[in-house]
Each structure stands twice: as structure tokens, then as C-alpha cells.
């Protein structure tokens, strides 16, 4: 058995703690250099959506699992690797560039769809993050809003590492709020929230979770490009 059960239990706990509905929450199982088998046991349980943060590597696992998985894509995007994980994944987690999302865009129009993304900011404006400023994602928003061929679902981040993410999560709950308010078309999804602290990222309204090794077990080593 995964650690799955347990998760979905821990999930509707707090939510339930914050007054909201476990449905409301979207679990993305995130099984980065996990092998098929420990995915195909996770997916026996019931769980439908998985996250990988690599594109070679999730090629060989979305061929094998069943057509109805709805692949995440949390990783940082290689622009080389854009057309293939629009072919392979249903969300964008880690928009963070308005180049990206202006090839994101060109993308979408070409196949004549939209492509659902997360903006990824880096609230804490910490150097060695990668994602929008809060000024740089406020000054393209305009612009990536009046995209066609891109839908954007809401905001995403990474918080420090430090004991204070559910500060972070309320900051980006904040600004998601704010944002909302003066542009129509921006989603209200806030991808945030790992094994760690998923549960203060519920009470914080996260509608998107993205938990690997409270679920698969540890990790045996570290992704390059991981937490980017
Ligand atoms: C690896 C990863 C996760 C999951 O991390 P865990 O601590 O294993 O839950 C979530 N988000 C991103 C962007 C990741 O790279």
C-alpha cells in the first residue's frame, strides 16, 4: 500500500478544518523518478492524477498507464520540450517567463486550443527561485490574460524552505484575490502545497496539491532542476 489513503485522509481533514469540501482540492500525485509499477499501484488505489517534473522521463510512463491518468507537468519547461509536453500533459504548473507563455500561446493557436497553465511566482523574491516576481507577473498579466491559445488556471509556487510556508501560501491566496478582482479572465486556482505542509496549504485555499513522497516513499535522489 502507498501512502495514499492516508493523504486523502489527512486532505479531507483539513479541509473540512478550514470549512471547504475535499472534492474542492485536486490531489496531483507527483511521481517523479518513481517507476511505473509504484504509479500503475497508486493509480489501483483510484488516484487519476499524476505530476512529473521531467519530460524524457515521464514519456515512458504516460505510454504505459491507461489513457484516462490526466498528467500534470510541475517542472521547469525547456522551451525545446514545449511541444512535446502539450502532447502529453493536461496542465502547464510552472509558467514562469511571459516568453514562455507567449510560446505557450503560439502553441495553443497552432493546434487550434487552448492550453491550461499555472503562472508560477516567487512570492518570497528569493534569488535562487525560479518564477514571476510579484512586479514582473503583475506588469505581464495584461498581456498573457489577452493570449489566445492559453488559458491560465490560477497561481503556483514553491515557498522558501522555512517554517513559515503557510504565510506564503496566505501571501499568494492574497494576491490571487486581488488579481481577480481587476482582471476577469485569471483563474482562481492556487497550485501550492507538497508533502510537507499540503494540509496549512489547504487551510490556506490551495485548490491544487502536489504530493510525491508522503505517497510513493522517498525519493533516492534529488531531480535536477527540482524546487526551481
Ligand atoms: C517534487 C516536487 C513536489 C513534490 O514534493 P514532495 O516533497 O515529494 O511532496 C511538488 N512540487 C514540485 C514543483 C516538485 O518539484
Redesign the pocket.
Known amino acids: 500500500m502507498s501512502g495514499l489513503r492516508e493523504i486523502r485522509e489527512r486532505m479531507a481533514r483539513a479541509a473540512l478544518d478550514a470549512g471547504r469540501v475535499e472534492g474542492d482540492v485536486v490531489l496531483v500525485a507527483?511521481s517523479?523518478t518513481f517507476p511505473v509499477e509504484a504509479l500503475e499501484a497508486v493509480y489501483g488505489e483510484g488516484q487519476r492524477v499524476f505530476?512529473e517534473?521531467r519530460q524524457q522521463e515521464a514519456e515512458e510512463k504516460v505510454a504505459k498507464m491507461p489513457e484516462d491518468v490526466e498528467w500534470h507537468f510541475?517542472?521547469r519547461v525547456q522551451r525545446n520540450k514545449l511541444r512535446k509536453i502539450v502532447r502529453d500533459f493536461s496542465v502547464i504548473?510552472?509558467v514562469d517567463s511571459l516568453k514562455l507563455a507567449r510560446a505557450v500561446g503560439e502553441l495553443g493557436r497552432e493546434l487550434g486550443r487552448e492550453i491550461s497553465v499555472f503562472l508560477q511566482i516567487n512570492v518570497a523574491g528569493e534569488e535562487s527561485k525560479g518564477g514571476f516576481t510579484v512586479e514582473e507577473c503583475y506588469r505581464a498579466l495584461p498581456e498573457i490574460l489577452a493570449l489566445s491559445g492559453v488559458r491560465v488556471l490560477g497561481l503556483m509556487q514553491?515557498p522558501p524552505d522555512d517554517e513559515r510556508a503557510g504565510y506564503w501560501f496566505g501571501q499568494l491566496r492574497e494576491l490571487r484575490d486581488l488579481w481577480c478582482e481587476e482582471f476577469a479572465n485569471l483563474g482562481r486556482g492556487l497550485s501550492m502545497g507538497?508533502?510537507?505542509d499540503f494540509e496549512e496549504a489547504i487551510r490556506q485555499g490551495a485548490t491544487h496539491i502536489?504530493?510525491?513522497?508522503?505517497i510513493f516513499g522517498g525519493?533516492a535522489y534529488r531531480?535536477e532542476g527540482?524546487?526551481g
Open positions: 507527483v517523479k505530476g517534473s510541475i517542472g504548473h510552472a514553491i507538497m508533502s510537507g502536489r504530493v510525491g513522497s508522503a525519493r531531480v527540482e524546487l
